[in-house]
C-alpha cells in the first residue's frame, strides 16, 4: 500500500481557479494502476469527481465538474494532478485522492474500488 498525500487546497472566490496535487511514496504492486480524486462536503456521501486509469490512459469526470476540471499526471512519479477551473461554491469540500491497484482498463468511480488513500485538502469556493 503506499501513502498519498494531497497539495493545493485553499480559499478561492467563485469563479477561480486551483491546482490540486498528488504524491504517492511507497510502490505499487502492478505498473497498470488507476487513481483518482473523490470529495466530501460536511454531512455529506464522498463522491466521485475524476479518475485517470494509466492502463490504456482512460479518464472520466462526475457530471457536475464535466468541462471545468481536468485530470493529469505521471503515472512513472506516482502523481495526479487536478486542475479545477471556473470553480463553484458547491465545489467546497475536502479532497482526497486514491490508488487503486491492478487496474484493467476500466475507470473506477467508487470509493471502496480504491486502495490508499489521502489525507484529503480543503477547498473552499466562495460565493
Known amino acids: 500500500q503506499v501513502h498519498l498525500v494531497e497539495s493545493g487546497g485553499g480559499l478561492v472566490q467563485a469563479g477561480g481557479s486551483l491546482r490540486l496535487s498528488c504524491a504517492a511514496s511507497?510502490?505499487?504492486?502492478?505498473?497498470?494502476?488507476?487513481m483518482g480524486w473523490f470529495r466530501q462536503a460536511p454531512g455529506k456521501e464522498r463522491e466521485f469527481v475524476s479518475a485517470?486509469?494509466?492502463?490504456?490512459?482512460?479518464?472520466d469526470y462526475a457530471d457536475s465538474v464535466k468541462g471545468r476540471f481536468t485530470i493529469s499526471g505521471d503515472a512513472a512519479k506516482n502523481m495526479v494532478y487536478l486542475q479545477m477551473n471556473s470553480l463553484k461554491p458547491e465545489d467546497t469540500a475536502v479532497y482526497y485522492c486514491?490508488?487503486?491497484?491492478?487496474?484493467?482498463?476500466?475507470?473506477?468511480?467508487?470509493?471502496?474500488?480504491?486502495?490508499?488513500w489521502g489525507q484529503g485538502t480543503q477547498v473552499t469556493v466562495s460565493s
Open positions: 511507497g510502490r505499487t504492486y502492478s505498473s497498470m494502476y488507476s
Open positions: 485517470i486509469n494509466w492502463n490504456g490512459g482512460n479518464t
Open positions: 486514491a490508488l487503486r491497484d491492478y487496474s484493467g482498463s476500466y475507470v473506477y468511480t467508487n470509493s471502496y474500488e480504491y486502495d490508499s
